[in-house]
Each structure stands twice: as C-alpha cells, then as structure tokens.
C-alpha cells in the first residue's frame, strides 16, 4: 500500500506565534480584498492566464489560507476531482461504504459539489466559505480531521461547473485526482493537473476503471507522465475495471484508498497554517504575485496606449469641427437659402440685409415680422448646427469603440463613452446662453431676436454676420462663435472623456502593492524559519 503523504509534510513546518498569526492574518485580509477588486480587462499578452491565476489566488486565500488561520482544527480537505465520467462519485460512495453522492449515467451527474464531514468537524467548518459552494453531508463514515469534496467536473460542459471544480481545487488541502484507462490524458484535466504540481499542491491519483487487458500498458504510460511532472512520489492507486453494475464498488477494489485517507486523517489533524502547508504554499503565493505584479503593469501601460488613442481621436474630431464652424459649413445650404428668401427686397429681413434703418412699422407689424423671420432662420441654423455636432460624435464614439474593442475593452465602452447631452440640447444650451447673458441690442431688434440674428452669424450665415456689422457688433459675431466652439468641445470631450482609457487600468500602486505582499511573505520560504 503507498505510505500515506500528508499534504503537510514535518519537514516543511514552519512555527507561527500569536502574534505573528495575527499579523499574517492582516496582510492576508488586505491582500484578498486587493485580488477581489483586480479588474483585468484589456488585451495584453498572457492576460487569460494573468485572470485565471487571480481567480485561483482568490479562492486559495479565501477558501483555504484564511480558515486555516483563524481556525487550526478545520479538518484537511481532500477534493476528489477529475474529468466527466471518471467515477469520482462512485468511488466517494464506496470508499465511505454509504451513499453520500448520487452517482448515475447522466454526465455531468454532480453539479452541487457535496462536502462530505465527520459530525465532529461540523462546528469548526461552520463558516468556512467552501459550504457555500457545497451540499454538505453530516457522516460519521468519514474520520475526524479529514473532510471530503466530490467536486464537479473539470470538462463540465457546464462553465459554471468548470469555474467551480477549480475553486474547490484552489481550496484543496490534497487533491485525489480521478481518471481513467480512456480519459488520464485529457487535455482539460491534465492541464489542471499539471498547473497544480507546478503549484506544489499535493496530489495522489486513482487510475479508476482499469481494464486488466491493457492496466500494465496504461499504469506504465501513466507514471511516466506524472514523472514528467515531478509526481513520481504521489500515491498511486488501481481500482480494477467492475464492469457495468449499479451502486457501490466492491469493498477489496477500494480498500487501499480507504485505508490511506483513514491514515492521513488520524496522523495528521490540522494543528495550523504553516505546518499544514509547508513553505511550498508561501513559495507558490510569492511567485503568483509576482507573476500577477507584471500583468498589472502590462495592464498599465495598455491603458496609458489606449488612452493616448483617445487622446488622438478626441482633438481629431475637435479640429474637424472647429474647421467647420471658423468656415461657416453650417451656414450654407438650407440655412443659406432661407436667408435669401427672407433677405430679398420686400421680405421680412431686407432692412437688415440692406442696412437700412430698421423701423418698427404701423404698429410694429414690421419689427414683428422681423423678428419671426429671424426666429425661422435661427431655428435653422440650430438644426444644422445640431446636425453637425452630432455626426461629429456619432463618428468619435465609433472609432473610439473601435479603438476599446482592438483593446479588449468594447465591453467596457457602453459604461464609459457618450454620456453627454444630445446635439440638440447642446446647440440649444448655447442658444439659451446667448439669451440669458445678453445685456444690450441694437435699435430696432429686441434682444431675443438680436440673438437669434447672432446664432445666425455664428453658424456661418455671411448675411446674418455682415447685417451685425453693419449695426455696429460685429465683435459679437466672433465671441458668439467661441462659445459654439466651447459647447461641442465640451459634448465632444463628454462623448470621449478625459482619462476614461487610463481609468481601465488598476490603482495606480497596484503592482507595487503585490509586490509587497510578496515581500511580506518571503519569511515563510525559508527553510527553519521562525516568525
């Protein structure tokens, strides 16, 4: 029978004190509500693995290193995992000799992973987040100290399947890695195994279903492969092929798993973080952070690039429609021809485009007519004017979303771009601007229609903007087309804002941070060190 390994092996124990607990609780605290808030959004090189390994931190310190602090008697969790169809919930079943997990022909069969714990681990298991992942059963079948997980599968077709057998493995004190003769060399398991032994995390194997035909072929390619990942010491169990048959295995196909985990629970009940890890954990952790640091600064300065894209982009759009409006582009066509029907030689704006007098008429009917002619060409300009801003924006907010999905981040661009006002409401703030801060007009227009002359002008009206001249404000025409100029700077700069790219990218200090965690660590790895 293989010598039953513990995942916390003697001569990696590491003695905690009080007070060095405490502390090391706190860097932990800080250092899981770090990797909590880690976004990782932007397309760098090795940024999936950069995410999967922040997943895998996260759940490791939360599911594992932090209950292992605060509580020294959580009994050593065994997660019991492996690919679809491998009989992990079978051979739970029959190594426990009840039925604790159902286990049947459809696959995936174990979507609620079940936590299998002796009545007297219950209470120091009460808060530990794995329960809320599991379904927990309450059996004196399994030995005090030692806890067991049927996990789902890892080549779930189910991704929440998947995502959650990797977090019970993160959380897994010893991993007890189900395959079979057909499926030990899948792609998805294998990986995951070999990410674990790069990982340090302790594994032993059951090569379940092993015809007798081909076992000597299989067991001998087998322990070649999990030499070549530096397993050649794990502990290696053969559970014979039974064939097809309901329920639970024979008790002689399972009794050398049975007798090794009864072995490592009553050897070795858990009596503290670092004697239960060892320094291969603490050296693991210090590597995984460095490794997530550079992804954080490859995340930086994509966001600094994606920013400087931006950047580009908005003073782009910005120039093109300040050259509109210096160049008048909105005054001309439709608004251009209303001028002249409304300008020509008995129309409702001759005087001014004649610079005549403007007289008010028997009973004003002159002045009003004048002032409902002009309030017909300001309406068109502002329409034409709206029409431009917003072409303008409709053309920035597609290239910048254009930009933000090269970069990995179209998802993020709904949240963060065009959130300013409509055109229209732009062109008519500025409108409405104009009326509210206007002081004095000129004899002959009431000031609304002073304005609504000057907005005219503004969109590059050349009859409008000689008439103001001619009553003496032509200085109006320009500070009134400054202030167009500011209000689609301002939508344009709401469309594409300042700093939204360099925003994707996490706090500034952030890698700096990991690699502190990392520092604080370093105590841990080395051999007889005392904290």
């Known amino acids: ?95 426990l000799g009840r039925e604790v997990s159902d286990a049947g022909v459809l696959r995936p069969t174990t979507r609620v992973p079940v936590l299998v714990v002796n009545p007297e681990d219950r209470e120091p298991l009460a808060d530990h987040p794995l329960r809320e992942a599991c379904e927990e059963v309450v059996s004196d079948a399994i030995p005090p100290g030692l806890a067991l997980i049927d996990a789902s599968d890892l080549d779930s077709v189910h991704e929440a399947n998947r995502v959650l057998a990797g977090r019970l493995l993160d959380a897994a004190d010893l991993w007890l890695f189900v395959t079979t003769a057909a499926r030990y060399g899948d792609q998805t398991p294998w990986a995951t195994l070999e990410e674990a032994a790069s ?37 290696f169990f053969v559970v014979p092929d039974a064939g097809p048959h309901e329920g639970m295995l024979e008790d002689s196909a399972v009794a050398e798993v049975r007798d090794w985990l009864r072995l490592l629970a009553g050897r070795h009940r858990a009596a503290g973080l670092v004697r239960r890890t060892g320094r291969g954990l603490w050296a693991a952790l210090r590597n995984d952070l460095s490794d997530l640091a550079e992804a954080v600064d490859a995340q930086e300065a994509a966001a600094q690039e994606l920013e400087a894209v931006d950047t580009s982009l908005r003073e782009e759009a910005i120039g093109r429609i300040r050259a509109d409006i210096d160049r008048g582009a909105a005054g001309e066509g439709a608004t251009a021809t209303r001028w002249l029907t409304l300008a020509s030689s008995g129309a409702p704006l001759a005087s001014l485009a004649q610079g005549r007098r403007l007289r008010r008429g028997f009973l004003g009917r002159a002045e009003k007519a004048r002032t409902r002619g002009l309030a017909v060409l300001a309406e068109d300009a502002r329409q034409a004017l709206a029409a431009q801003l917003e072409a303008a924006v409709i053309s920035l907010r597609s290239q910048a979303e254009q930009a933000w999905r090269e970069a990995g981040a179209g998802d993020r661009a709904a949240r963060a771009l065009g959130h300013g006002d409509p055109a229209e409401v732009t062109i008519e703030s500025w409108s409405g601007y104009l009326r509210a801060n206007l002081t004095e007009s000129p004899r002959g227009l009431a000031p609304h229609a002073f304005v609504d002359l000057l907005v005219a002008a503004a969109s590059g009206v050349e009859g409008a903007a000689q008439s103001v001249r001619h009553l003496g404000a032509g200085e109006q025409v320009q500070t009134t087309r400054s202030l167009l100029v500011e209000a689609v700077v301002e939508a344009l700069t709401a469309t594409l804002p300042r700093g939204a790219a360099a925003s994707l990218a996490p706090p500034s200090g952030f890698a700096a941070a990991l690699r502190l965690r990392s520092g604080e660590l370093k105590p841990f790895t080395r051999p007889g060190a005392a904290t």
């Open 1 to 95: 029978m293989p010598v039953p390994v513990s995942p916390h092996r003697a001569e990696d124990e590491l003695p905690v004190s009080a007070l060095s607990r405490a502390q090391l609780l706190e860097v932990l605290a800080d250092l899981l509500r770090d990797l909590e808030r880690l976004d990782l959004p932007l397309r760098t090189p090795g940024v999936e693995e950069a995410r999967r390994l922040r997943d895998s931190l996260v759940g490791q310190v939360r599911d594992q290193v932090l209950p292992r602090l605060q509580d020294a008697d959580i009994p050593s969790v065994v997660v019991v995992g492996g690919s679809t169809g491998a009989g992990k919930s079978t051979l739970v079943n029959s190594v």
């Open 199 to 235: 990982r340090d995390t302790p594994i032993a194997v059951v090569l379940n279903r092993a015809p007798a035909k081909i076992l000597s072929e299989v067991r001998r390619d087998l322990t070649t492969r999990l030499e070549d990942l530096g397993l050649s010491e794990a502990p």
